[in-house]
């Protein structure tokens, strides 16, 4: 059984950092690519960043980059999304999946196969 377990959300000033975990069990992500997706209030779940350690590929939405990075601990499987700079307009919930995407689809939600539960992230002007 494959688990996505996210944390780290929270609430940060503007200017500030996070860094948002995601630990998986039933699945490893040197086979797996990581994807973070976020959704605000009425919005629809939008692409973040995505990474695949095989084969190589990094991919970020153009208004995160320079401010995240995507990372990870192979030691304990867990995958991690630095946040930095944050912006007002970062607040939503932040969704970590897993999956093996090919490289059309490492930006969309169907390119995944397993997802988390959410963190929240909450950024104060």
């Known amino acids: 059984q494959v688990q996505l377990i996210e944390s780290g959300g929270g609430l940060v000033q503007t200017g500030g950092s996070l860094r948002l975990s995601c630990a998986a069990s039933?699945?490893?992500?040197?086979?797996?690519?990581v994807g973070w997706f976020r959704q605000a209030p009425g919005k629809e779940r939008e692409f973040v960043a995505a990474?695949?350690?095989?084969?190589?590929?990094?991919y970020y939405e153009d208004s995160v980059k320079g401010r995240f990075s995507i990372s990870r601990d192979t030691a304990i499987n867990t995958a991690y999304l630095q946040m930095n700079n944050l912006r007002p307009e970062d607040t939503a919930v932040y969704y970590c999946?897993?999956?093996?995407?090919?490289?059309?689809?490492?930006?969309?939600?169907?390119?995944?196969?397993?997802w988390g539960q959410g963190t929240q992230v909450t950024v104060s002007s």
């Open positions: 999946a897993a999956g093996r995407p090919i490289t059309s689809t490492m930006r969309t939600a169907r390119g995944y196969s397993y």
């Open positions: 039933g699945v490893t992500f040197g086979a797996y690519a």
């Open positions: 990474r695949r350690w095989s084969g190589g590929g990094e």
